[in-house]
């Protein structure tokens, strides 16, 4: 059975409580059943973190490559947070391990303050999912389960 990493990155956290005209009521334990939910119907397996530390994700990221490197690993979901638009060491990570990722955020940032326009993840990722909620998670494991 192959694994499917879900990583969010700070203030993830918060779902639920933050801005929900923003990212909605649904919480990330939520979000966490959801993805359970869609690595059941495809039959992989899910490993779901937060965390507010950008060097937690990048050691998530690398555990990732190393599975991805075995033949084990069926895609990552990486929602980073504001680290998406910051993180030289994110789109490192992404391109040191080569990793099938799918850069996802709930809001569509493209809609919101220009600061958030940009993305280091975009050119390392091969797909986006944006501004479709907290649905956009069960959608991009099926796009994984699809690989
Ligand atoms: C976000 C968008 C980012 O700009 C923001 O910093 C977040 C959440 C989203 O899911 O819409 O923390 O990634």
């Known amino acids: 059975m192959k694994t499917v ?3 969010n990155g700070p203030n993830l956290n918060l779902l639920g409580t933050r801005e929900p005209a923003v ?3 649904q919480t990330l334990a939520d979000v966490q059943q ?7 119907r495809h039959g992989l397996a899910l490993r779901f973190h937060q965390s507010n530390h950008e ?9 990732a490559g190393a599975l991805h490197a075995g033949g084990q690993l069926a895609g990552v979901v990486l929602n980073a947070g504001a680290y998406t638009h910051t993180s030289v060491a994110l789109y490192d990570a992404i ?10 955020h709930i809001s569509n940032v493209h809609a919101r ?3 958030r326009h940009h ?8 797909a ?4 479709l909620g907290v649905a956009g998670y069960g959608l991009a494991i099926d796009a994984i389960a699809q690989w």
């Open 55 to 63: 060097g937690a994700l990048l050691d998530w990221l690398h555990e």
């Open 119 to 126: 993305s280091y993840i975009s050119p390392v990722a091969r």
């Open 23 to 25: 990212y909605g009521a």
């Open 95 to 104: 391109k040191g391990t080569g990793l099938p990722l799918i850069e996802l």
């Open 5 to 7: 990493f879900v990583l």
């Open 34 to 40: 959801l993805c359970a939910q869609a690595c059941v």
């Open 113 to 115: 303050e220009s600061f």
């Open 128 to 131: 986006v999912v944006c501004g």
